[in-house]
């Protein structure tokens, strides 16, 4: 089997700028000398988090997908802020998200959410020794469900929990205990 090759890129243009995303269309040259374009969505890193209550229950939010055009339910997650490092993200997200507060946290994993399309980085980390509160989110319709997992597989089963990020969580949950 042979060495996978880069393709280099010959020429890259933003055909798109948001407040969230840039689009990118990139021409590169293949490894047997032809040219292609490959269009790559540039998203920040982001952060996951499966929040654990001390009754093993999980910290879960459901809230409107636009791009899936229905509600999911998902482990807390969001963005990193220019300047902010993974772990004060997860302080913060979960802050604004659900209300709780995080005593301990555990790096489990760093992945690629897409990387045929988007650069979007994602770090997943167990969050222990949570503190209720309030949460601070001004933008967003959420909704904190705490569920055990036996029932949150279930929820996977059913369609309800349909995304990566969460499924994974799941797993990490599983493996661990």
Do not use: C
């Not at 209300?99 to 770090?123: C, K, N």
């Not at 569920?147 to 493996?175: C, H, N, P, Y």
Request: proline share 6%; glycine share 6%; charged share 30%.
């Amino acid at each position: 089997m042979s060495e996978i090759q880069p393709e280099p890129t010959l020429s890259s243009e933003t055909v798109f700028q948001g407040k969230l995303i840039e689009v990118k269309r990139d021409r590169v040259r293949l490894p047997n000398g032809k040219e292609t374009e490959r269009e790559i969505v540039v998203h920040p890193d982001a952060v996951s988090m499966l929040p654990i209550l001390p009754d093993n229950r999980i910290v879960f939010v459901r809230q409107f997908r636009k791009a899936t055009e229905r509600a999911l339910l998902e482990v807390p997650a969001g963005g990193i802020d220019e300047g902010e490092t993974p772990e004060q993200a997860v302080r913060r997200e979960m802050k604004e998200e659900t209300g709780y507060e995080v005593g301990q946290m555990e790096r489990l994993a760093a992945f690629y959410t897409s990387p045929g399309f988007t650069t979007e980085f994602m770090y997943l980390y167990r969050l222990l020794e949570l503190t209720p509160g309030q949460a601070t989110e001004e933008n967003d319709q959420i909704e904190v469900v705490l569920l055990g997992i036996d029932e949150a597989w279930e929820r996977v089963k059913s369609g309800e929990i349909a995304d990566a990020k969460t499924i994974m969580a799941l797993q990490f949950a599983r493996m661990e205990g």
